[in-house]
């Protein structure tokens, strides 16, 4: 059977909690990267959305990372993502949804919010994989699509406020619940961890990030990171991808 593929954007938190699933795993599989802008046409015909990241396997389509992890968690139980004890297992399950949807988002629109007058800074994470002057058309690109983004996106400052209440209210709730043994949920790395440290990871950029940018971030870009870098939580996600991260299953990027 052929390994499976990943579909994914290599700047993206929820890219980023899928890729690290397989390699938590050791799944073999081959990865092919899309650009924002430009996958839509590839992903609807998929799965209907316009979304990564998405898993093919099997003749499958799997899109969005929750859903992959529970896939990954049926054929490859070991070493297990979801705890054995009930309780345990739905405390994790409603971390991981927690910080998917009151997170995740949030942190994304944030970043971008600061990264759309930057298309250079853009080109470098999403097409860092891509020759300097294929990465200078796609900056030109983003450019001229400014506008259309920031409407679509709703980057505007009052949307970028609440995105940071949201991000200040998930890095307290990490704080918060975080064991002395520095897991989320019981004594050992679960997919609540996973979860948080991935979709925080856009905003701490820990060393073990497989797909850092490419060039200096643009000083508003840095300060706003600047911000939450102090944060027990940050340091939390800096240590559990230094503890966790492990090394990459893929057989090809």
Known sequence: MPHPVLLQFRSSHYNEKARWALDHKGVPHERRTLLPG???????????????????????????????????????????????????????????DFFDEEVGPYARHAMFYLMVSHPDFVASLFAGHRSALFRRGYGAIVGLQRRRIVREMNLVSKAFDESCERIEAGFSRLEAEVSPGGYLVGERFSVADLTAAALLSILVFPDENPHPPRITPPAEVREFLDGWSARPGAEWVRETYRKHRGRSAALSE
């Not at 099997?58 to 309780?87: Q, V």
Request: aromatic share 2%; hydrophobic share 40%; net charge negative.
């Open 38 to 96: 430009m996958h839509a046409r590839t992903t609807r015909a998929l799965t209907g959305q316009s979304t990564v990241p998405i898993l093919l396997r099997g003749g499958e389509a799997i899109g969005d990372s929750t859903r992959i992890i529970a896939a990954l968690e049926a054929s490859h139980p070991e070493p297990p993502l979801y705890p054995a004890d009930p309780a345990l297992r739905e405390r994790a399950l409603a971390l991981e």
